[in-house]
C-alpha cells in the first residue's frame, strides 16, 4: 500500500508563487519531478472551506451553514483520512502555527475519529513529528504551514527588512520545511512508494477589488485568488504537465484512485478523478449557499464559474466576465461593453477606444462570438450549480430565500464601468443592464 502525503502552500497562489519563485528551489525542484496542474483553481477563497472541500470531495459541505463561524461540514461523502484509516493507514496532521501557544490550532472538519493535529510554532518540534509519523506504515499525513499566511509571517518580521521581505522569508522557510520532509523520505527509501499533493489553498487580494475592510482572502472568489498550484509526485505518474482544469474537490477521488482504493460512494455533483477525466468548467465560492452578504465589509456572497479561458462572477450585484489569462488580476469586467441578448451579448454601439482596442476587440467579430458563446456556457453552468445549492439548502432545512437569488443572473455588475467607457458612454440607458429572461 502505498503512503500519502499533502503539503499544503499556505496562501500561495500561482501569482505569489511566480512573484518569489527564488525562495522556493525544493518546491520547484519537485515541479520537475511530478505532474504539474497548471489550471488548477481552488474552490474557495478560505482555507476551511479549502481543506474541507479537499477531504470531503465536494463544494456542499457547509451551504447549508448560514455562519463562518464554527459551521460543521456536512459530510456528504466521508472525509478521505477516515477512509483512509478504515483502511489500516496510519492518519495525522501536523501544522506548523506561529501562534500556537496563545491560539492553539482547530479544524473544524477534522473528525473527533482521527487523531488530533499536532500543533506546534516550532520547526524542529515539527521535523521530529514528522520523523515519528512516517515511521508507520502505510502513512497518511497531512502538512499544513501557516508561515505563509499573511498574519503568521509576522513571526519573522523582526528579522525582515520590510513586508516584501517578510513574505519572500516566510516563502523560504515554507520550502524549507518541504525540502527537509522530502529528504526524509528520501533517506527512509519511502520516495518510490508515497503519493506527494502540493497545492495551494489560495491567493490574496490586496483591495484590488475594494478594501474590504482589509481583508486580504474571503473575497470574493476572482481568479487571482482562486488559480493555485498544485503537482501530484506519484511513482505511476512521469513528470509533465496537465493543461487541463483542475478543482479542489477533485484531490479525494484523485487521490484514491492513485491509491488503489475503490470508494463506491457517490454524491453529486462530486469532483472527477482527474486521471480518468476531463473538466469543462470548475466552481469557487467566497461565502456558503446561506452566508448573507456583508455590507459592513464590503464584501458580496459570490460564486464563480471558470472554462479555459473565461471566468464568471456572480453576486447581488451582478455578473462580471474576466479573459483572466490576458486580465489574471481581474480588473476590466468584459460585461462593461455589451449589452445583454437572450442567446448572448451584444457589443455596446458607440464603445470606442484606440485603434489597438478596436481592432484586438471591437472590430474582431470572432472574439466578440467566442465572448458571447462563453458567457452563455457559464452562464447555465453557474446557475445550474446554484440551483443544486439551493435544492440541497432546502433538504437541509433550510430556505430557497436565505441562498443566493436567481435574478443575479439577470444584472450585469455595474461598478467601474465608467472608467472604461466614460464620457458619452457612462450611461447608455437602463435598459441596456435591466432585463429578464428564463434560466434553464
Known amino acids: ?93 501536523l501544522c506548523l502555527n506561529a501562534f500556537e501557544g496563545e491560539r492553539p490550532f482547530e479544524l473544524s472538519s ?107 482572502h474571503g473575497v470574493e472568489p476572482y481568479t487571482s485568488v482562486t488559480w493555485s498550484p498544485l503537482a501530484i509526485l506519484d511513482p505511476s505518474l512521469p513528470p509533465g504537465v496537465y493543461a487541463g482544469l483542475a478543482s479542489t474537490i477533485d484531490l479525494r477521488p484523485t487521490c484514491l484512485s492513485l491509491l488503489g482504493i475503490d470508494d463506491r460512494r457517490a454524491f453529486e455533483p462530486a469532483g472527477i478523478d482527474l486521471l480518468g477525466g476531463t473538466n469543462e468548467v470548475v466552481f469557487a465560492q467566497n461565502f456558503t449557499a446561506s452566508q448573507p452578504d456583508n455590507p459592513r465589509l464590503g464584501i458580496a456572497r459570490a460564486f464563480a464559474a471558470t472554462d479555459d479561458a473565461y471566468s464568471l462572477l456572480a453576486t447581488a450585484r451582478g455578473l462580471e466576465l474576466y479573459a483572466y489569462r490576458f486580465d489574471p488580476g481581474n480588473h476590466c469586467n468584459l460585461l462593461h461593453f455589451f449589452a445583454p441578448r437572450e442567446d448572448g451579448l451584444a457589443l455596446i454601439d458607440g464603445t470606442e477606444g484606440a485603434a489597438h482596442f478596436r481592432r484586438a476587440f471591437a472590430d474582431n467579430p470572432r472574439s466578440l462570438a467566442h465572448i458571447g458563446r462563453r458567457f452563455v456556457r457559464l452562464r447555465e453552468a453557474l446557475a445550474n450549480r446554484l440551483a443544486a445549492k439551493r435544492e440541497f439548502v432546502v433538504r437541509r432545512g433550510g430556505a430557497t430565500d436565505a441562498t443566493q437569488d436567481a435574478s443575479c443572473f439577470a444584472r450585469f455588475n455595474r461598478e467601474g464601468r465608467d472608467a472604461f467607457l466614460g464620457g458619452v458612454n457612462a450611461n447608455p440607458g437602463a435598459s441596456l443592464f435591466d432585463f429578464s429572461f428564463t434560466l434553464r
Request: net charge negative; aromatic share 12%.
Open 110 to 216: 477534522w473528525p473527533e475519529a482521527l487523531p488530533p493535529v499536532r500543533g506546534t510554532h516550532d520547526v524542529p518540534t515539527l521535523y521530529a513529528e514528522f520523523e515519528k509519523l512516517t515511521d508507520a506504515r502505510p502513512f497518511a499525513l497531512n502538512v499544513w504551514n501557516l508561515i505563509t499566511h499573511v498574519e503568521h509571517s509576522m513571526a519573522l518580521a523582526a528579522f525582515s527588512e520590510g513586508y516584501t521581505d517578510q513574505i519572500g522569508r516566510a516563502c523560504a522557510l515554507a520550502d524549507e520545511v518541504i525540502g527537509h520532509m522530502l529528504a526524509v523520505l528520501e533517506r527512509k527509501g519511502l520516495l518510490a512508494n508515497t503519493t506527494i499533493v502540493l497545492y495551494g489553498d489560495h491567493g490574496d487580494d490586496f483591495w484590488t477589488h475594494g478594501f474590504k475592510s482589509g481583508l486580504l
Open 1 to 93: 500500500m502505498k503512503n500519502l502525503l499533502f503539503l499544503h502552500l499556505e496562501s500561495v497562489s500561482w501569482q505569489r508563487f511566480s512573484a518569489f519563485r527564488s525562495a522556493f528551489p525544493h518546491t520547484r525542484a519537485l515541479f520537475a519531478k511530478a505532474l504539474v496542474f497548471e489550471n488548477y483553481f481552488s474552490s474557495a477563497t478560505s482555507t476551511l472551506m479549502v481543506v474541507s472541500y479537499l477531504a470531503h470531495g465536494n463544494d456542499f459541505e457547509f451551504d447549508a451553514e448560514p455562519r463562518f463561524e464554527a459551521m460543521r461540514a456536512a459530510g456528504n461523502l466521508p472525509h478521505l483520512f477516515s477512509v483512509l484509516q478504515d483502511r489500516g493507514y496510519q492518519v495525522g496532521a
